[in-house]
């Protein structure tokens, strides 16, 4: 899932998903540049300006897609994708989109079972028309392939994310670049509402970002893939763990750190549909 390393993941038995799952190498057309600069956050306006009463935002989480890993150690194992509506008075603060559809490469090659995220929404009762905004941890196929269901919303990148997914072999360009795209670059930890903070976590990607929100129960992480699983976050790694085959461990680590220091009450994931909950002791 990281640039140009798809043949390095390949060797690695665990890695593959986490590490170049989204690669296109071998199908280079559809990586390509962008025609014109991209747009850049000079009209963005937060939705923190909108007046928030009636209580604090809550977390919704979407199962959005499952998939077959293709390593041998892990074969037969299905992997989840992981989206979150956020509720929040100014409207839903969604954190991506799942993947996308019509890649022969991909299902070939991951077998996934796709939810429309207008379907993932409906489940949840809520609607795409609810949607105020969009979060993408990061741009690989499994977290941005449904961007272009919004049109005109305003979609949160990093922009060191929006620069490596335009300038090598990271994702699916035709899912991120679409008619009426609305990407707000905004680089570092920033409020996108009130009680809602994006917080850079690179190391899966260098341009990765995870959610914190302020809920009824306390902060609630929305993780992205900065770590995989409950175990992971634990520091208790098992087999599905991400660092190892980051691109960036260190980067991987400290950000792992600087979640931890946040001192959550609940850490979801974008590829673990458990929650890890703060123990009463703990
Ligand atoms: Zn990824
Ligand atoms: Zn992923």
């Given at each position: 899932m990281s640039a140009g390393s798809l043949a390095s993941g390949e060797r690695s038995p665990s890695g593959l998903w986490r590490r170049?799952?989204?690669?296109v190498r071998g199908n280079p057309s559809r990586v390509r540049i962008p025609p014109s600069p991209p747009p850049r956050a000079s009209g963005w306006t937060p939705i923190a300006a909108l007046p928030v009463s009636g209580g604090l935002p809550q977390v919704v989480p979407l199962e959005l897609a499952t998939f077959r890993f293709p390593e041998p150690e892990l074969a037969g194992r299905r992997g989840v994708v992981m989206g979150y509506a956020i509720r929040h008075r100014a409207g839903v603060v969604l954190l991506d989109t799942g993947f996308g559809f019509g890649s022969t490469w991909l299902e070939q090659r991951y077998h996934p079972e796709t939810k429309h995220i207008g379907d993932a929404l409906g489940e949840a009762g809520?609607?795409?028309?609810?949607?105020?905004a969009v979060v993408n941890c990061h741009l690989h196929i499994d977290h941005a392939?449904?961007?272009?269901?919004?049109?005109g919303v305003p979609i949160h990148v990093q922009p060191l994310e929006w620069e490596i997914a335009h300038t090598?072999?990271?994702?699916?360009l035709e899912w991120i670049d679409f008619q009426g795209a609305r990407y707000e670059q905004i680089g570092g930890d920033h409020d996108v509402a009130d009680g809602i903070r994006i917080v850079a976590t690179p190391g899966?990607?260098?341009g990765h970002q995870s959610v914190a929100v302020d809920t009824p129960g306390g902060m609630t992480l929305l993780v992205g893939q900065a770590l995989y699983t409950v175990e992971e976050w634990e520091g208790?790694?098992?087999?599905?763990?991400g660092r190892s085959n980051a691109p960036d461990p260190d980067a991987y680590d400290r950000s792992h750190a600087k979640l931890r220091a946040l001192e959550p009450a609940r850490v979801h994931f974008g590829h673990d549909r458990r929650t890890w909950t703060r123990t009463p002791a703990g």
């Open positions: 170049t799952g989204n690669a809520l609607s795409m028309d609810d949607v105020a392939g449904q961007n272009s269901a919004f049109p090598t072999e990271h994702t699916i899966h990607t260098p208790r790694p098992d087999v599905l763990e």
